[in-house]
């Protein structure tokens, strides 16, 4: 996997979690992937300083149930950014295409009516390994990277108040 041109590695600003809070949406459908991405988002926020009693965690069955569900956190006005983080893993029928067409286009959605950053952490590969590839150790964990962007876009929000 290439994590070239990240933003992680490219970015010298110094973001702070501290704080803030982020409710993080986790598709349960591939636990052993959806888990990892978890665990690079809460590195990341601990990382920069977020404390885990500011991050809401949500698991929901599927990607297809995570618009819906970052809409109705936005409605609760309690949080500074969301995060959806799932893995959808092609396979033998177009179902692939079905649930990541609606996974994007609903996130999209979502963060184009928002006042608040919705991340899109949602893996779309064509195997079980490039998925595992995503969701390792460190920067290069997509979790993490959505985290990452999270911050950097709540900065970017209040910038623009």
Excluded at 63 to 77: D, H, K, S, V, Y
């Amino acid at each position: 996997m290439s994590s070239d041109g990240s933003f992680v590695d490219n970015s010298r600003d110094s973001l702070q979690a501290a704080g803030l809070r982020i409710a993080i949406v986790v598709s349960r459908f591939n636990a052993d992937i959806t888990d990892r991405l978890l665990a690079g988002a809460l590195a990341c926020l601990e990382q920069h300083g977020g404390a885990r009693d500011d991050v809401g965690g949500v698991h929901v069955p599927g990607a297809w149930e995570l618009p819906p569900t970052a809409a109705r956190i936005i409605g609760l006005n309690r949080h500074d950014a969301i995060i959806a983080l799932g893995c959808v893993i092609r396979g033998d029928t177009p179902h692939f295409d079905y649930v990541c067409t609606e996974a994007s286009a609903g996130l999209g959605a979502v963060a184009r009516s928002a006042s608040i950053p919705v991340l899109f952490g949602v893996l779309t590969t064509d195997d079980h390994p490039q998925a595992l590839a995503r969701a390792g150790d460190g920067k290069d964990n997509k979790g993490y990277e959505a985290a990452f962007a999270a911050l950097k876009m709540v900065d970017v929000y209040k910038a623009l108040e």
